[in-house]
């Protein structure tokens, strides 16, 4: 087995001590709105809505405000168990990519015959976001940087170059280290028009300020328990201060369990973790360069990501995931030293001129994983109540597609986007406990086996993909 750069070119132990010793465990992105949050009530009573939408992230915002857009005279509500944008909207890294797909291998591999429909897809969906952000002065510190895709290993090199996306730039080693300059880089590749970052929070508080300001009703601190009614009746959405009876449901809820018992199988929670510095001065800056502010990551099956704040932070995320047995979701799953030390390693041997630089904040987010890694579609009460959940972690942009694809259901429209295979098939749930744990827990030890052996996938790994559950991190 080979050892990788972040084990070959580890900085010393106290530049990562010295970084993390004041580190505070915490959001960066939202403590940073914090002054400037709005509160909603607490649902308060038995209510009667036209349409009700579970979950106050980004999928159920987007589908609070469309489905209000459409019908401006219909009662839309929007119950949030917590408050908006507190789970995973509001604590990603802050990129929101073209791929509705969680990259374009994973479309390839899956839906071979709409790769590039997906793909076309993908980047109107990416522009529509980017004319609505604009249209209504939304202020999410919005940059379209493009992706930049490093190779840190060299293995990786052969696979710049193979992207069917006549978008994608290939670039040398040279080339890629006059972008950002790290050590590490040895290739890359560039999609001008993949990529824009912009802060998860503000994205979250804007998308419900406005969609207030049109009309929709939100109640925060509103967790649903369960979901009834017959066919022919209103849809029951039971919470212990009161119901909501509505014509027409939509659940976006994420890695959280379902209200639909028959996809309480189908996602699993797996911990993510994330470090943000202090602002770079203009010299750490210049020794980096970044001047494009693209975003950042690497090729390794277990990847990292990175990206520039509008003051000039780095976020640096990634690499670990991790599930826990039973898959249960708890606040103290966030702190994770062990995790956030190693990212601070692999930040400071990517980085080696910049030791010195802190790290204010730490924190994890809980992604929802699917057995094809990208969002998939459910429904029940004959379609009247919609369900999307799945994102598997490359969701700020894909979260807008699939309140257009839940809107077009609800509305009984046939179109484009819900004739495509991955809209119309649910992928394989997860097996119980014990058997989910084996095998999640054995694939990471496989992906970070081949990320040590040349890119190499062993037994495991290749059954998976040849069952359509390959994947890395």
């Given at each position: 087995?080979?050892?990788?750069?972040?084990?070959?070119?580890?900085?010393?132990?106290?530049?990562?001590?010295?970084?993390?010793?004041?580190?505070?465990l915490g959001v960066f992105w939202i403590d940073d709105v914090a002054d400037r949050a709005v509160t909603y009530p607490?649902?308060?009573?038995?209510?009667?809505?036209?349409?009700?939408?579970?979950?106050?992230?980004?999928?159920?915002?987007?589908?609070?405000?469309?489905?209000?857009?459409?019908?401006?005279?219909?009662?839309?509500?929007?119950?949030?168990?917590?408050?908006?944008?507190w789970a995973a909207s509001g604590r990603n890294g802050g990129f929101c990519e073209a791929s509705i797909t969680h990259?374009?291998?994973?479309?390839?591999?899956?839906?071979?015959?709409?790769?590039?429909?997906?793909?076309?897809?993908?980047?109107?969906?990416?522009?529509?976001?980017?004319?609505?952000?604009?249209?209504?002065?939304?202020?999410?510190?919005?940059?379209?940087?493009?992706?930049?895709?490093?190779?840190?290993?060299?293995?990786?090199?052969?696979?710049?170059?193979?992207?069917?996306?006549?978008?994608?730039?290939?670039?040398?080693?040279?080339?890629?280290?006059?972008?950002?300059?790290?050590?590490?880089?040895?290739?890359?590749?560039?999609?001008?028009?993949?990529?824009?970052?912009l802060h998860p929070a503000k994205l979250a508080h804007e998308l419900a300020r406005f969609a207030t300001s049109i009309?929709?009703?939100?109640?925060?601190?509103?967790?649903?328990?369960?979901?009834?009614?017959?066919?022919?009746?209103?849809?029951?959405?039971?919470?212990?201060?009161?119901?909501?009876?509505?014509?027409?449901?939509?659940?976006?809820?994420?890695?959280?369990?379902?209200?639909?018992?028959?996809?309480?199988?189908?996602?699993?929670?797996?911990?993510?973790?994330?470090?943000?510095?202090?602002?770079?001065?203009?010299?750490?800056?210049?020794?980096?360069?970044?001047?494009?502010?693209?975003?950042?990551?690497?090729?390794?099956?277990?990847?990292?990501?990175?990206?520039?704040?509008?003051?000039?932070?780095?976020?640096?995320?990634?690499?670990?995931?991790?599930?826990?047995?039973?898959?249960?979701?708890?606040?103290?799953?966030?702190?994770?030293?062990?995790?956030?030390?190693?990212?601070?390693?692999?930040?400071?041997?990517?980085?080696?001129?910049?030791?010195?630089?802190?790290?204010?904040?730490?924190?994890?987010?809980?992604?929802?994983?699917?057995?094809?890694?990208?969002?998939?579609?459910?429904?029940?009460?004959?379609?009247?109540?919609?369900?999307?959940?799945?994102?598997?972690?490359?969701?700020?942009?894909?979260?807008?597609?699939?309140?257009?694809?839940?809107?077009?259901?609800?509305?009984?429209?046939?179109?484009?986007?819900?004739?495509?295979?991955?809209?119309?098939?649910?992928?394989?749930?997860?097996?119980?406990?014990?058997?989910?744990?084996?095998?999640?827990?054995?694939?990471?030890?496989?992906?970070?086996?081949?990320?040590?052996?040349?890119?190499?996938?062993?037994?495991?790994?290749?059954?998976?993909?040849?069952?359509?559950?390959?994947?890395?991190?």
């Amino acid at each position: 087995m080979h050892q990788t750069v972040f084990e070959t070119h580890r900085p010393a132990a106290r530049i990562v001590d010295e970084a993390l010793a004041e580190t505070r465990l915490g959001v960066f992105w939202i403590d940073d709105v914090a002054d400037r949050a709005v509160t909603y009530p607490r649902l308060d009573g038995d209510i009667v809505a036209d349409d009700a939408i579970v979950g106050g992230g980004y999928a159920g915002l987007w589908t609070a405000i469309k489905l209000k857009q459409e019908h401006p005279d219909r009662r839309v509500v929007l119950l949030e168990a917590v408050r908006v944008g507190w789970a995973a909207s509001g604590r990603n890294g802050g990129f929101c990519e073209a791929s509705i797909t969680h990259g374009e291998p994973n479309a390839e591999s899956r839906w071979p015959d709409e790769t590039g429909t997906l793909r076309r897809i993908g980047y109107e969906n990416l522009d529509a976001m980017e004319r609505f952000i604009a249209e209504n002065n939304l202020d999410v510190d919005w940059e379209r940087t493009g992706q930049l895709s490093v190779a840190n290993n060299p293995y990786q090199v052969d696979w710049v170059g193979e992207s069917p996306d006549p978008h994608v730039v290939a670039l040398n080693e040279q080339e890629v280290r006059a972008r950002i300059n790290s050590p590490t880089f040895l290739a890359g590749e560039f999609s001008p028009n993949e990529n824009a970052n912009l802060h998860p929070a503000k994205l979250a508080h804007e998308l419900a300020r406005f969609a207030t300001s049109i009309g929709v009703e939100i109640y925060e601190g509103t967790p649903v328990d369960r979901l009834g009614g017959r066919d022919d009746e209103p849809i029951e959405l039971e919470t212990k201060r009161g119901t909501v009876s509505a014509s027409r449901v939509a659940l976006c809820t994420n890695v959280f369990p379902s209200l639909l018992k028959r996809y309480r199988f189908h996602t699993v929670p797996v911990y993510d973790y994330v470090l943000m510095t202090e602002p770079l001065t203009d010299a750490q800056l210049a020794a980096i360069g970044w001047e494009g502010r693209e975003g950042l990551a690497d090729m390794a099956n277990q990847f990292h990501y990175s990206r520039l704040t509008a003051d000039n932070r780095i976020l640096w995320g990634g690499y670990d995931a991790v599930y826990h047995a039973g898959g249960r979701i708890k606040r103290e799953y966030e702190d994770r030293i062990e995790s956030h030390r190693r990212l601070a390693s692999h930040f400071f041997t990517t980085f080696p001129q910049l030791a010195g630089v802190k790290f204010t904040h730490r924190w994890a987010g809980v992604i929802d994983t699917s057995t094809r890694f990208c969002a998939f579609f459910g429904q029940a009460h004959g379609g009247r109540v919609q369900y999307v959940a799945g994102f598997t972690g490359l969701g700020v942009g894909a979260t807008h597609f699939a309140a257009d694809v839940i809107v077009d259901r609800l509305e009984g429209r046939v179109t484009e986007r819900t004739e495509l295979e991955m809209v119309q098939n649910v992928p394989l749930p997860f097996p119980p406990e014990p058997a989910a744990s084996i095998g999640i827990n054995l694939t990471r030890w496989s992906l970070d086996r081949a990320d040590h052996n040349g890119g190499k996938r062993n037994v495991l790994l290749k059954t998976l993909d040849a069952l359509g559950l390959g994947f890395d991190s």
